[in-house]
């Protein structure tokens, strides 16, 4: 069973050939990283282990039991109880409720492990996948999201009002995902 776990620096590997392999499946749905970013990628992804550091972001990954990366799932901006969602996922496992069963997964240890309270998410409008992740993981739309936020593509912002976390038995960030 698939496993979420927050990134670490032995994930590198894993998470590199993640996007290469699905790069194409990726570049038709939403914009492409672009060579740079695999050129530069061991830069990057040490910059992304720094900011996670720093409390600014919070990086997750599904893992298979192969170790294979299935997904990444990604909160940005961690900022007065508020953060962004980013998300993406294998195209082997798409279309499998796994990117949903792993959003509500996120959401909840969003609030239990980071105190937040909010989440937005933005998807262009022919990303009807995401759309419908965002749907049944409990986002609702609330407005046009600019070019500029989806790396050139116009779209909507979805956002899912959380629960407070009122205590109880915090599972750990190395828990399962549903799905």
């Known amino acids: 069973m698939p496993e979420l776990q927050r990134l670490h620096a032995g994930h590198a ?19 492409d990283r ?13 910059a992304s282990l ?17 170790g294979s990366v299935l997904g990444r799932f990604n909160l940005y901006d961690l900022e007065d109880g508020t953060a962004r969602l980013g ?15 792993t959003v509500r997964e996120l959401c909840r240890m969003a609030t239990a492990m980071h105190g937040l309270l909010t989440l937005r998410a933005a998807t262009s409008h022919d990303n009807a996948a995401s759309q419908k992740v965002l749907a ?13 936020d989806l790396g050139g593509k116009s779209g909507t912002w979805y956002q899912r009002d959380l629960p407070p976390w009122t205590g109880g038995t915090e599972r750990s960030e190395n828990e399962t995902a549903a799905g």
């Open 87 to 101: 998300y993406r996922v294998a195209e082997r496992v798409a279309g499998r409720g796994v990117a949903t069963a």
């Open 13 to 31: 590997p894993a998470v590199l050939a993640f996007e290469l392999a699905n790069r194409t499946y990726f570049a038709a749905s939403i914009s």
């Open 50 to 66: 720094a900011e996670q550091e720093a409390g600014i972001c919070a990086f997750y990954v599904l893992v298979a039991e192969d």
């Open 34 to 46: 672009g060579d740079d970013f695999f050129d530069r990628f061991t830069d990057r992804y040490n």
């Open 136 to 148: 049944k993981a409990g986002f609702v739309s609330v407005g046009p999201a600019a070019p500029a």
